[in-house]
């Protein structure tokens, strides 16, 4: 049955009942082994930029959104970023409450398309939309080459 068609005998309609198996294995692909290497290795926040149009990603990846050309140029992000929305959570992911709110953001980079989700070291109280923040990352030899290699984003004009 297409999306135009419609039914009105119930008997054409499926429904699965039980549990249904979602494991699955997601691969970062080229970009995303760049990227977290470069963070792991280097500890730098790597962007794509198209050749073509001039737009830089983040997270990166290998073709352009715009104009489809394949992307090889990577370039640091900016080292001070804004939040650009952000939530307060105050129960973990598997519904505990957490011992005190933990904050997560949206942060953003000048002349970058895209951005990253991640979990704000500032006072709930001091959060707000276009704080401006950086990186503050695990000690080198503590780093796996994951976003966790990022412990979160602090106020741009801490030490």
Do not use: N, Q
């Not at 505990?96 to 991640?118: D, M």
């Amino acid at each position: 049955m297409t999306f135009l068609e419609r039914t009105t005998d119930a008997r054409r309609l499926r429904h699965w009942e039980g549990d249904m198996e979602a494991d699955y294995v997601y691969t970062t692909g080229l970009a995303g082994e760049r990227f977290f290497t470069a963070l792991r290795d280097e500890g730098r926040i790597l962007t794509a930029r198209c050749p073509s149009c001039e737009v830089r990603y983040l997270p990166p990846r290998l073709y352009c959104e715009r104009c489809f050309s394949e992307l090889s140029d990577f370039e640091d992000a900016p080292a001070i970023g804004r939040v650009a929305a952000f939530t307060v959570a105050h129960v973990d992911r598997r519904g505990r409450a957490l011992p005190k709110p933990e904050a997560w953001g949206l942060i953003t980079f000048s002349g970058v398309e895209g951005g990253l989700v991640h979990r704000l070291l500032l006072s709930t109280e001091a959060i707000r939309p276009g704080a401006r923040v950086r990186a503050r990352l695990r000690a080198k030899g503590a780093r796996l080459g994951a976003i966790t290699d990022i412990e979160g984003f602090e106020p741009a004009d801490s030490g």
